[in-house]
């Protein structure tokens, strides 16, 4: 059951549109800020092709699939906890992002990376929702949304900028400062707009079974190209999905029968 907040005071909103909006911010800033340092980290490491496409492909991948899962977690458990969550792993794989010393380690921290930035995500409009009067509500979502196409946009820019200055670590490093001020904030400003359900529960499986699907459709799409669309490898990696996503399922059919063709 959704608590309204207009008696916290007008000044309540704000506070939530500010730290929201940092969040819609960062999200897809991190996600187009390193497409401008691949090459300055692929020659600093020493990796190759095929491990240089999943630093950016490990965020999006763990971000995309958890969106909704997580945000039907914090419609159970409340968005509050699960936003501060959200930015606590994001800033603490930033970290570990900057400090990785091998390929595979800056993959791996990049899809924790993107984990956080899903329990952000999901969590920041119906946040907004939550605190704004109707009346309001529509230029709260609209500022909320533009702080996600900026930070796309400035993303590569701002990526260029610390990567001629201060070298490609300081893409990730430069997330700490502002997740510790907004882990600051919402921890003390922020109030739960939702009250904890007894009746219902989380369906893991249901949960697992959408991510595995989603995993394999959308790895599928990146490296058909690479492997054949009718190959092996990609027609098993479309049969999860195949049973969630009608578009899967009809790409699979293609493929085999291209294969028995």
């Known amino acids: 059951m959704a608590v309204r907040m207009a008696e916290t005071g007008s000044g309540y909103k704000w506070t939530v549109l500010l730290v929201t909006t940092l969040g ?4 897809p800033l991190d996600g187009s800020i390193v497409t401008i340092a691949i090459p300055s980290i692929a020659s600093s490491i020493k990796i190759g092709l095929e491990t240089v496409v999943w630093i950016p492909l ?8 958890l969106l909704i899962n997580v945000g039907r977690l914090a419609d159970l458990k409340g968005r509050k906890r699960i936003y501060i969550l ?4 994001f800033t603490t794989a930033s970290i570990l992002c900057g400090a990785s010393a091998t390929g595979l380690q800056l993959v791996v921290f990049r899809a924790l990376q993107g984990a956080g930035a899903a329990f952000i995500a999901s969590n920041s409009a119906a946040i907004v929702t ?3 009067p109707s009346w309001e509500r529509g230029k709260a979502l609209g500022i909320n949304a533009m702080a996600v196409y900026a930070g796309i946009m400035v993303g590569p ?3 260029g900028l610390l990567v001629q200055s201060y070298g490609w670590r300081s893409i990730f490093y430069v997330n700490v400062p502002i997740g510790i001020l907004v882990v600051t904030l919402a921890s003390l400003r922020l109030k ?4 904890r359900s007894t009746d219902e529960r989380f369906d893991l499986a249901g949960a697992m079974a959408l991510s595995v699907a989603l995993a394999s459709l959308l790895v599928a799409l990146t ?3 690479s492997f054949g669309w009718h190959s092996i490898p990609i027609m098993s990696m479309m049969l999860p999905s195949a049973a969630y996503t009608p578009a899967a399922g009809s790409i699979l059919a293609s493929s085999l029968t291209l294969a028995v063709g």
């Open 192 to 195: 739960e707009t939702r009250t």
């Open 130 to 132: 939550d605190s704004f």
């Open 24 to 27: 819609a911010f960062m999200a």
């Open 223 to 225: 490296v058909g190209g």
């Open 58 to 65: 490990a965020y999006l991948l763990l971000l995309t699939v």
């Open 157 to 159: 820019v701002v990526g």
């Open 86 to 89: 959200g930015f606590i792993i």
